[in-house]
């Protein structure tokens, strides 16, 4: 069957098989930042945003995004700037497996809270597993990226 | 797992039309743990355009439509506020955002899913489901037909009532399913009192609800009495998560606090 919809602002058309996840298609369209970890929506690390919200592309099939805007982290690459400079900061990430999706979530979370507690931005998180860093650190260099972000707002 | 079609319907109708043709045809609701279900489909049948995911309130009922993410139950204002919010806070700790994405109260519903978190407190605020072949239901039949239900669920219609809620739920981490969940509701002197993931579906202690309905005031004893109906009203069950006894033990204490919360009382 033939779907058709946005990625990272480009229109795609393509051709997919009735049962096919999200996953498979966009590694098709050349998407390298999504990993697949225990495709069964317990990791996180397939994230990718369905008109700006987060979903596990191992548990949506490619033909429930027919006519729909996927965002992946290719397409916030100057927000992924941001954010990993203060996860360089912090020391918060080692293996970067789960980065990405980490950065397409934490993208979503600004969109819907723009001044998240830290408990705010853990309890968002939660599907977002980290095998590498145990969070804290994580969540202080997340901090840091919103506290930034605030600041230059008001300048 | 494989589905030879997909078709997203135009119409209700159209859905209960194409359900009916074949046993294998299956709505897919947002699709969260169609992994657990079949492994061949045939034709999986698409309701996100039909307009079924919002909340809206009446001038005696809440509605919300099947289609409704978790994460806009949680979210709602309205489905806060009732119950003092207890599918909201049912909604909330379920796996991570981006399940809650997707996954819906519908398909919750229909999987008939002994680990659900949502069918426990629709079921302490007497949900009622409407199909577009059986019309209305309330969840416990739903829960107790043992035919193949080739149905339409529409929405889930939630009565409107002054009335207080307590939901609970122990997990062994906070993306696993329940070891145990408990809902408790009092509406006037109308008690109920429900146990989910026991790991069966939930289930409800009608004899200590009957027994709080026909006592003017709550004390400790009577909180104490009402446990131990309950508790051994339900059946508990072992399994990797947890052994039946363990499981009683637990059913005892939340139903405890439960009761405590909705009741006001204090030892």
């Known amino acids: 069957m033939k779907i058709e919809f946005t990625l990272n602002n480009r229109t795609i058309s393509t051709h997919i098989l009735p049962g096919e996840y999200l996953i498979e298609t966009l590694q098709k369209c050349n998407i390298h930042s999504i990993r697949r970890g225990c495709d069964t929506t317990n990791c996180g690390v397939c994230t990718v945003l369905l008109d700006d919200k987060p979903v596990p592309s191992c548990s949506v099939l490619s033909a429930q995004v027919d006519h729909h805007s996927i965002t992946t982290v290719e397409g916030i690459a100057h927000e992924t700037e941001k954010l990993s400079a203060h996860f360089g900061k912090e020391g918060a990430d080692q293996c970067g497996y789960c980065n990405p999706a980490l950065a397409l979530a934490v993208f979503a979370l ?43 707002e008001e300048q | 797992m494989r589905i030879e079609r997909y078709m997203k319907a135009s119409s209700i109708a159209d859905a209960f039309a194409i359900l009916q043709e074949r046993p294998d045809n299956k709505i897919i609701a947002g699709g969260a743990w169609l992994k657990l279900t079949d492994p061949v489909i045939n034709t999986a049948i698409d309701l996100s355009l039909l307009g079924l995911n919002s909340i809206s309130e009446q001038d005696n009922e809440i509605e919300i439509g099947a289609m409704t993410t978790l994460y806009t139950l949680e979210k709602s ?52 489901l409407v199909f577009h072949q059986h019309q209305r239901m309330t969840l416990e039949a739903f829960l107790d037909s043992k035919a193949n239900f080739q149905d339409v669920l529409i929405k889930i219609v939630i009565p409107k009532t002054e009335a207080r809620g307590y939901f609970h739920k122990i997990a062994l981490t906070s993306l696993d399913f329940a070891v145990l969940n408990i809902a408790v509701s009092r509406k006037n002197s109308e008690y109920r009192i429900v146990f989910g993931s026991r ?38 069950g072992t399994n990797q998560r947890g052994s039946a006894e363990y499981r009683l033990n637990l059913a005892k204490v939340y139903a405890k606090r439960g009761i405590e919360a909705v009741t006001d009382y204090e030892n």
Do not use: W
Not at chain 1, 115 to 125: A, G, Q
Not at chain 2, 92 to 120: E, L, P, Q, V, Y
């Open chain 2, 199 to 236: 790991p069966g579906v939930a289930s409800r202690a009608f004899a200590a609800e009957q027994y709080l309905k026909e006592l003017k005031n709550v004390s400790e004893d009577i909180i104490n009495k009402a446990v131990d109906m309950a508790a051994s009203e339900c059946r508990f």
């Open chain 1, 110 to 152: 600004r969109k819907e809270n723009s001044h998240p507690t830290s408990t705010e931005i853990d309890e968002y998180l939660v599907g977002n597993l980290c095998r590498c860093s145990g969070f804290k650190n994580q969540n202080k260099a997340i901090a840091a990226y919103f506290e930034e972000e605030a600041y230059q």
């Open chain 2, 77 to 128: 204002a309205i489905i806060q506020k009732m119950y003092d919010g207890i599918l909201a806070q049912a909604a909330m700790k379920i796996m991570g955002i981006t399940i809650r994405n997707i996954a819906t109260i519908g398909g919750c519903i229909m999987g008939k899913f002994g680990f659900s978190d949502i069918i426990t407190p629709l079921m302490a605020m007497d949900a009622i």
